[in-house]
């Protein structure tokens, strides 16, 4: 039975999954997901000094390696104060990373930041900062950042949980203590916010002093003892299943193996998660996949039933590949190849409008038609 997680799309269309649960809806598919998208455009550029990586950067903020992207995007029509306009959560991959916003008030854009908005009175766009950061010029040794946004809607708790990871300074205490899993490098954390027009977020601490995580931060998806999550646990994508379950489509990164591979999680209330037996699902030597060094979640779609479509990445250069799957254990590749628009490091953001779909991606937005029932 699907829950009552849907919107519409429309005067007189058809209810679809809500795009804020962030499992998009394609189950009027009537062909395949194009592998062309028919538009692609940036609409991520650096324009303010955070956004630009400190790590061994005596320079800052001029110079410095240029990672910025990782969107995701929600449509503020939930909680407080909706306002119906739509909210893009960057950041970049390096040190001195927060989390940014933008806004635009459709899903075309213009997205502009906060900073950047009429009557604004902020000197940054951040949302989220991390705490090492100096707006005078943080230290170029200094690793510390907050990355890799993911955006839900939860209507449980009237809130939305924006998901990101961290760097964790405690990683040695970590390692050596019993009790936590893995060697804790990277982790994923939980913000959460009733408001998105006045986005006051608060990341989910322990009420104790940690000295295990930096910060006193919650680690919601740690590290593992198992090898393929044992060194970091970060760029997560997270989504409401059209069952209510919720789902981590997660990236691990290994200690000593070429690269990242990728598994699942579910949870009942998207704070505590259980990793699905077998993982990692996407990694060399699966039948659904090719050979790589390295594997990324990207982004699922449902298909209708049981079924749904799962895209990730492959190759350090990212090369989308389209999938379709029932149990998320197992998977059948599209025998067209990969997606033609570019994949990105970290996740994909979907966004259905019509007979269109959106796909967030990096500094770009990709829109690719859709072939549905018409009537």
């Known amino acids: 039975m699907l829950l009552l997680l849907v919107g519409t799309v429309g005067v007189g269309a058809a209810p679809r999954l809500d795009n804020n649960l962030k499992c998009v809806d394609l189950s009027d598919l009537v062909g395949p997901l194009p592998l062309r998208a028919v538009a692609s455009r940036v609409i991520l550029k650096q324009s303010e000094d955070w956004e630009v990586s400190s790590y061994k950067n005596p320079r800052w903020p001029k110079g410095g390696h240029r990672s910025l992207g990782y969107p995701t995007v929600v449509q503020n029509v939930h909680g407080q104060n909706p306002d119906g306009r739509l909210y893009l959560y960057y950041a970049h991959h390096d040190p001195m990373s927060g989390i940014g916003c933008a806004v635009a008030k459709t899903i075309d854009g213009p997205y502009v930041k906060l900073a950047d908005l009429p009557g604004s009175k902020r000197k940054h766009s951040r949302v989220l900062t991390v705490p090492n950061y100096r707006a005078s010029g943080p230290n170029p040794d200094d690793p510390s950042h907050f990355s890799s946004p993911c955006v839900v809607w939860n209507a449980k708790e009237k809130l939305w949980f924006m998901y990101f990871h961290y760097f964790n300074h405690f990683h040695g205490a970590w390692t050596a203590d019993a009790k936590s899993p893995g060697e804790g490098w990277q982790m994923t954390a939980l913000a959460t916010c009733a408001d998105l027009a006045k986005n006051n977020w608060t990341i989910w601490k322990t009420p104790r002093p940690s000295t295990v995580s930096v910060w006193d931060i919650v680690p919601v998806l740690p590290t593992t003892d198992v090898a393929w999550m044992k060194s970091a646990s970060s760029y997560h994508a997270i989504q ?66 049981k079924k749904y479509l799962v895209a990730w990445s492959e190759h350090a250069n990212p090369h989308v590949i389209y999938s379709t799957t029932t149990d998320f254990k197992t998977f059948e590749r599209d025998p067209r190849g990969y997606a033609k628009w570019q994949g990105p490091d970290g996740l994909v953001s979907p966004w259905r409008e019509g007979n269109h779909l959106y796909l967030f991606a990096g500094q770009q937005v990709h829109k690719l038609p859709l072939p549905v029932r018409t009537k």
């Not at 193996?257 to 699942?264: D, E, I, L």
């Open 240 to 305: 409401r299943l059209p069952t209510g379950q919720w789902l981590a489509f997660m990236r691990g990164t290994p200690t000593r193996h070429p690269g990242p591979t990728v598994g699942f999680a579910s949870s009942r209330d998207g704070r505590s998660w259980k990793h699905f037996l077998g993982n990692p699902v996407i990694a060399p030597g699966k039948t659904w996949t090719q050979k790589a060094r390295e594997y990324r979640p990207a982004f699922i779609g449902w298909l209708g039933g």
